[in-house]
């Protein structure tokens, strides 16, 4: 976060990245589904459509790793506070919607965002209905938000560790968790402070959505849908994040979806495709999917990697390997560049990539135990995986 290089009011130079009227990816709107979050594979996975073990395992995936389970126990204490009180009159701030969308960007990054990005909220990424996770008996609840904007916010990984990781051992369940927890830290910190300032608003972080986050970035300008499926790329972070959302009534003007060749991009690279353990992404062509366009994901398989996972603790194999995902250095940076503008380089890029080994765990930068709570009882032993 605080390590990036010249930092001006953004972590990243999204000022240089072209802005367009829609998003790179097809949407025909009006045929659009709002979707039961029921459907999403952690739901399934949680209530048993995927078998007895994955149900098991859905219960302690999270803390079975101890760093991953204590920032999850902190994300999950902050729960209560998504909604609020309103302020009962609204502040005087300035009736400009661009000076109060760059104000509340910049709130954002002072509360240490690494991106930032506004849009109105589509309708159509608000889920139909909610699924109770912790009690699944009550059963599904229909979901009203009506909020007008979306506030997204975006957590970087962690390179460093990107880099130490295999990409599914025992730090991969962390990192999500981090970034969890650090957004939902600062949207729900948003969230609260828009609504002292008088305005309805409502922080969005994992577990507890009331909408499908991806359509949110893309139109707040954060990045395009990728080769992985169901993931929004960054130009400078690459797949490498989390995100939460904060949706309100405080008007604000949307920034511009954007477009650096990602289209092009991924659909000759399949790196993600190739390196991914369970199988679960395309490295075939995009096709229509409730209205829009993508390249379909194995939500069963990919969910059964990283509920399921014998040895280690999650999965983000993908994140890891995509060459989008890199350190924000002078030599990344230039060849960033290159791949944005130059499409004839974009095939030496991806070859380079795997030519420079990148994509392989740097051992020398690890730094967490392997360390394993089995029977759920506290007791932390070596993970069967790494006796020897
Ligand atoms: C459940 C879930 C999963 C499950 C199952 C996905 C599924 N389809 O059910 C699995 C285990 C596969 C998964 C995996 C990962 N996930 Co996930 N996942 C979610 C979660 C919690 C719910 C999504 C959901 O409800 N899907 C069910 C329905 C809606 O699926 P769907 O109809 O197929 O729609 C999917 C896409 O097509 C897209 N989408 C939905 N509506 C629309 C509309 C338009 C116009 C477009 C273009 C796209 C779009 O979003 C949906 C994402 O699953 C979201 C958080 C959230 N609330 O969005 C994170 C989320 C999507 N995951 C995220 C990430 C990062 C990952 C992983 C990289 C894991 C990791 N280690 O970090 C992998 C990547 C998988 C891949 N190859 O793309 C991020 C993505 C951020 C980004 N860059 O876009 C999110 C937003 C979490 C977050 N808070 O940041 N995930
Ligand atoms: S998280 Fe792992 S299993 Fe899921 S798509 Fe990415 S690499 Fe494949
Ligand atoms: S690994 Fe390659 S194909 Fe996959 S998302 Fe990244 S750039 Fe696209």
Redesign the pocket.
């Given at each position: 976060m605080s390590g990036y290089l010249k930092r001006s009011w953004e972590t990243f130079p999204m000022d240089r990245i072209k802005r367009v009227d829609r998003?790179t990816?097809k949407?025909n709107e009006d045929e659009?589904k709002r979707?039961r979050?029921r459907?999403?594979?952690?739901s399934k996975a949680a209530a048993g459509d995927y078998g007895p073990r994955l149900e098991k395992e859905f219960r302690r995936f999270v803390p079975k790793h101890p760093i991953s389970g204590s920032i999850a126990w902190m994300r999950d204490n902050m729960m209560p506070f998504r909604d609020g009180k309103i302020a009962p009159k609204t502040a005087p701030i300035p009736d400009d919607p661009s000076a109060v969308a760059r104000h509340i960007k910049e709130t954002a990054y002072f509360l240490r965002a690494d991106a930032v990005g506004v849009c109105k909220l589509?309708p159509?990424?608000v889920y139909s209905h909610k699924f109770s996770f912790k009690n699944m008996a009550a059963g599904e609840a229909p979901i009203e938000l009506d909020h007008k904007y979306a506030v997204a916010v975006l957590i970087d990984?962690d390179e460093r560790t990107n880099q130490a990781f295999s990409g599914s051992d025992w730090i991969?369940n962390s990192?999500?968790m981090m970034?969890?927890a650090v957004?939902g830290f600062v949207a729900i910190t948003l969230a609260e402070y828009i609504r002292r300032l008088g305005y309805s608003a409502k922080a969005h972080?994992?577990?507890y959505?009331d909408?499908?986050?991806?359509?949110v970035?893309?139109w707040a300008g954060l990045?395009e849908?990728s080769r992985?499926?169901?993931?929004?790329?960054h130009p400078f972070m690459g797949?490498r994040?989390?995100?939460?959302v904060v949706t309100t009534d405080l008007p604000m003007e949307p920034d511009k979806p954007i477009d650096f060749g990602l289209q092009d991009f991924c659909a000759t690279c399949k790196k993600?495709a190739r390196e991914c353990p369970s199988g679960?992404?395309s490295d075939g062509e995009k096709v229509m999917?409730?209205g829009?366009e993508?390249w379909p994901?194995d939500?069963q398989k990919?969910?059964t990697m990283?509920v399921g996972n014998q040895h280690g603790s999650?999965?983000?194999t993908?994140?890891k390997v995509c060459p989008w995902s890199k350190l924000y250095t002078p030599f990344h940076r230039a060849v960033n560049w290159t791949m944005r503008h130059v499409p004839q380089a974009r095939r030496f890029g991806i070859l380079g990539d795997d030519l420079m080994g990148y994509g392989k765990p740097d051992y020398r930068n690890k730094w967490w135990f392997d360390l394993e709570d089995e029977n759920g009882d506290g007791i932390l032993t070596i993970p069967k995986s790494k006796e020897n």
């Open positions: 998003p990816t949407i659009i979707v979050e459907e999403s594979g952690f589509p159509y990424a990984q991969s990192m999500s970034s969890y957004s972080y994992a577990p959505y909408i499908v986050v991806p359509p970035l893309l990045g849908m992985m499926g169901d993931t929004v790329m797949p994040f989390k995100a939460a993600c679960a992404i999917f409730n829009y993508k994901l939500k990919c969910s990283r999650g999965c983000g993908c994140i």
